[in-house]
Every structure is written in C-alpha cells, then in structure tokens.
C-alpha cells in the first residue's frame, strides 16, 4: 500500500515536472526547427524534424529586411541605456547607501515607490514630453525612456550591494587622503562588481526586449527595435512562414544566450527585487 | 593634545561640507530622472484625466466626464471584466500551478535543476516574440495545439485567436503556465525555513503532506502574496500578447486597458487616455492594499 502510494506520487510529481519544461522549451524548439523547413513542410507536418539544415531563409531575412540595421538599433539603444543607467543609479545608490543627509529616506522611498506605477500608464505625458524635446522617432527617446524604467530596480540592487561593503575600506581610503570621488571609484564601485553585473543583466535583457514604447515612440527603420520589427514582419512574412520563423529565432537568441551565461544572477535578482516589491 | 583634536575636528568638517556638495551631484542625473519621466508625468497624468485634451490646445477641464464616458463604454467594460476574471486567474491557478512546482523543486527529484533553468526561458525573451510564436501556436490550419488535438479527434478546427470564446482562453494560455516568478519566489522562501523545523516534525511523525499544508506553506506567506501582487499586476499592464495576437477581438473578448490607453493617444484623445492610465494606477494600489491585508505580509513570519 505504501509503495503504490510513493509510486503514483513520483509519477505525479514527474509528470508535472515534463509538463513544466515541455512547455517552456517546447515552443522555442519548434520555431527553430520550423525555420529549417520549407513552407510546404511547415504546413503539412507542422511536427516533423527539418530534413536538412540550411541557413537561406537566415540570409534572406537579412537581404529582404532591414534586418542588421533593426539589430543595431536594440543593441545600439540596450547597451548605451543600459551603461548609462548603471553609472547614474551606481552613483545615486552609493551616496543612499553610505551618507546621512537630510531628506535621505525619502528620497529612496520616493525612488523605489515608482515600482508601483504601471509604466503604460504614463504613456501620454511621456510621449508629449519626448514630442516637446523633438526626440519623436530617436534613438535618443528610447534610451532615456529605458534609463528611467530601470531606476527603482537598479536604486534597490546597488543601494543592498553598497550597504554590504564593509565601511572599513572607505575608511582607511579616507585617513590616507582619498577624497570623495576616489573613495567612490577606485574602492565601492570596484567592490559593487556583483551588484552591477545583476542590475546590468537585468536591466538588458529588459530594455532589449522593450515593445511597448519602441512602437510608442518611433515610426520610421532607423530607430526601429528588432520587437518592433518582428511585429511588422508578420506583414512581410504572411505566405512565407520559413523566414519568418528564422527571423524570430534570431531575435529570441540572444536573450537565451545571456540568460545561459548569467543563469544564477537573473533568477536571484528577481527573488531579491520581488520579495521587496 | 587638545589642538591636534580641534584640527581633526575642523577637517571633518570642512570635508563634510565637500561631501555634502559631492552627494548631491551624484544624486543629481538620479534626481533629473525621477523629476522628467516619473513626478511630471505622473502630476500630468492625474490632473489631465479631469480635462478634454488633445495635445495641440490647452486642456480644457470637463471634471468626471472622461471617467463617466469610459466606464459607459463597451470597451472598457469589457477590459474590466476581463481583468478581473484575468486577476482572478492568475491569483489562484498561476500562483498554484507555480507553487505547486516551487514545492516539488525543492525536494531536489532528478532533473530539478534542468526544469528550473529552462522554465525561466520564456521570460527572457522579449514578449513581442512571444506573442508572435504564440500566433503560430494557434494558428488555425497548422498551428501547434490545433495539431496536438487533431492527434486525439482528427477532422479538428478550431481558429483559437478569431472566434469567441476560444480567443479569450488562448490569449490566458499565452501565460497562464509560465508561472517561474511565482515558483522563483516560493522556493527562496522554502529555502530559508529552518531544517530543524522540518526534523522535528519529522520525528512528532508528521507526514509529507501535513508538513508541506500546515509548516511549508504558511511560512511562505510572504511569498505568495508578492507572487499574486506580481503576477496580477502583469494582468493590468498585459499589452503585446494581445495587441499582437487578437487586437482585443473578436468584440471586446481580449479588450484590456493598455489597448484603450494606446486607442486613445492615437486618437489624440489624450485626457481620455490619461483617464484609463489612472484606472490602470489606482487599480494597482487597491491590488498592494488588498493583497497586503490578505496575506498579513507587514508581520514578521517567524
């Protein structure tokens, strides 16, 4: 009796687990087969392995579209928001982190509680506000959009990883003659390295994968996001299903790929940013 | 003695004063961020949603009448009603279904570590995608699910994101398992139970299942209710899987918020979309009040 009980049990919790991961593997596996298949193929036997490997609907995406240029543009517009926010919010949480001054919690508390504002719901005020400084369809609107979004997540992140830095290295920095800015630079910001690299990663994978304000704030290819393109795509690619699907496996990569590479960093940073929030 | 202590203590002061200075340039950029993209556009939203606007002249203050008209109209009544069968779905059978895994990854069975590597994936793509692969998987003719049920009742048809009620409960599908926040946040707090809690239930002859209803989850309170705070709140503001997908329809059967809120800035409505971004807003504050009170997550667990 017993026995059959912890039979069944495992089998359960079995099932669930291949439940768990077929569903989140499943669908990203068939899109990449699929863009190795010919449309005939794709439509007939939608389940099929591909019968051979060949990157030609990879080479026209990149002939037909403005591919390359969608790409450069995510990457353009991630990498320069995301390095400047880590500087700006790396700054701000030091100073949270190590120095009384007046009005120092309610500044934090002020920073952090925008968590709770739903981003879309400000979409009107900051689309008049990107149309008045005449940034409507720049890069520029995305990145300072993006620099705002990730503030009270990166202010919550670096302000724990500078508070855990022992105050003895400032310290000794400090008898030795090492003023403000050094103490900042050359000993906390070199020791926040873990710190910065979670809130980096996050903040990434975040602004890379933005759709909302990408189509908001932007018309024209050359400020367009590889998100945005790939909704248009869907245009484009209506009777051609075998490009469109090596469009979408070259646009889900690389966000694989840095989650494969920063796996634990990601998952702890959302426990430690959910917990609080 | 008393001289060499005096010098100190001007020095300090003098470098508190520079310090001063120092704090504040660096709370600057910080400060400018906060002041352009979340007061002003937060004060323009609330005062703005009390006016007729359409960008060009000034406002123009017409008191409730945007939020009489929105909640006369379909649309939003439909978005509303969605949202709060939405939020009802995503607070029981999401937080179960990732609970439920949360409990059994942390028993450690084989392959643990894979299942809770690759449950993240989806969620580190951009959702745009998503909603694009999601196309796919409900496409009518040679779509993923239509070709998995055809297995089991060849002859099959159905057009998941086109026809009611079906376009609904697919566009629910598109997150409904993808639960790895709820499961993350469950098993830090399972983790940090005391193993000896756990030993002596063991030994008083407490079975699995009691350990696991009456210890496990309890103390894991606080979790949870991030889990249904986090998980609603993805409700509120749930724009690319719909707005790729269905556009709302067929009717209003998928309509949310975010779609009305975009309608309207297109439609140079822009007092009327202010209006639904402080429904979005203040349905999100009740949510943290609720769920707070609900799961007493302001008392200490242990």
């Known amino acids: ?153 990166s202010l919550f992140i670096l302000k724990n990883t500078f508070m855990s830095i022992p105050k003895d290295f400032s310290e000794a920095a400090w008898m030795e003659g090492s003023g403000f800015l050094r103490t900042f630079f050359s000993i906390n910001l070199p020791m926040a390295k873990a710190g910065m690299a979670t809130a980096g990663i996050l903040m990434f994978l975040g602004n890379w994968n933005e759709y909302f304000f990408a189509m908001l704030l932007t018309t024209s290819p050359i400020s367009r996001t590889l998100p945005v393109a790939l909704a248009s795509f869907n245009e484009t690619y209506s009777y051609n299903y075998t490009n469109m699907f090596a469009a979408l496996t070259m646009a889900i990569l690389p966000g694989i790929l840095i989650y494969a590479f920063a796996q634990d960093q990601v998952a702890n940073s959302i426990v430690s940013y959910g917990i609080k929030g | 003695m008393i001289l060499v202590q005096e010098c100190f203590t001007m020095k300090s002061f003098t470098a508190k004063q520079k310090n001063l200075i120092w704090i504040w340039i660096f709370l600057l950029p910080c400060l400018l961020t906060f002041l352009l993209f979340y ?59 990732g609970t439920l895994v949360a409990l059994i990854l942390f028993k450690e069975p084989h392959g643990w570590k894979f299942v809770e590597t690759v449950f993240m994936i989806p969620n580190v793509i951009s959702m745009a995608a998503w909603a694009m692969i999601y196309r796919f998987v409900f496409n009518g003719s040679y779509g993923i699910l239509n070709g998995i049920i055809r297995i089991f009742s060849p002859g099959f048809s159905v057009n998941w994101l086109f026809e009611s009620p079906y376009a609904f409960i697919a566009v629910t599908l598109t997150w409904l398992f993808y639960a790895v926040v709820v499961t993350l946040l469950v098993l830090s707090d399972l983790k940090a139970i005391p193993p000896d809690l756990h030993e002596a239930a063991q030994i008083d002859g407490a079975s699995d299942w009691y350990i696991t209803l009456k210890i496990n989850l309890p103390l894991c309170r606080n979790s949870i209710g991030t889990a249904v705070i986090c998980s609603i709140s993805a409700r509120i503001s749930m724009y690319e899987t719909i707005a790729l997908t269905t556009r709302g329809g067929p009717g209003n059967d998928t309509m949310n918020i975010p779609l009305i809120l975009v309608n309207a800035i297109n439609d140079s409505k822009y007092g009327y979309a202010n209006a639904s971004g402080m429904v979005m807003l203040l349905i999100g504050i009740v949510l943290l009040v609720i769920v707070n009170k609900a799961f007493r997550m302001n008392e200490s667990v242990y």
């Open chain 2, 39 to 97: 007061l002003v556009p937060i004060l323009t939203l609330v005062c703005t949603s009390f006016t007729k606007w359409d960008g060009a002249n000034l406002p123009v203050f017409t008191g409730l009448t945007n939020y009489i008209t929105l909640f006369r109209t379909p649309d939003f009544q439909h978005a509303l009603i969605n949202l709060l069968l939405w939020s009802i779905i995503a607070g029981t059978f999401h937080v179960f279904f």
């Open chain 1, 1 to 153: 009796m017993h026995v059959t009980k912890k039979i069944i049990k495992s089998t359960l919790v079995y099932i669930v687990l291949a439940f768990t991961a077929i569903i989140s593997l499943f669908p990203i596996i068939w899109v990449i087969f699929s863009s190795f298949k010919t449309n005939a193929q794709i439509l007939s036997s939608p389940f099929s392995l591909p019968t051979s490997i060949g990157f030609d609907a990879y080479g026209a995406v990149f002939k037909q579209t403005n591919f390359l240029l969608y790409t450069f543009n995510s990457l353009f517009i991630a990498v320069i928001s995301t390095a400047v926010s880590l500087i700006i919010y790396a700054m701000a949480a030091y100073v949270i982190a190590r120095y009384d001054f007046k009005g120092r919690n309610l500044i934090y508390s002020l920073f952090v509680v925008t968590l709770l504002v739903p981003s879309q719901s400000k979409a009107q005020p900051i689309f008049s506000l990107i149309v008045k400084f005449n940034l409507y369809d720049t890069k520029t609107a995305l990145v300072l959009v993006y620099i705002a979004a990730g503030m009270a997540m």
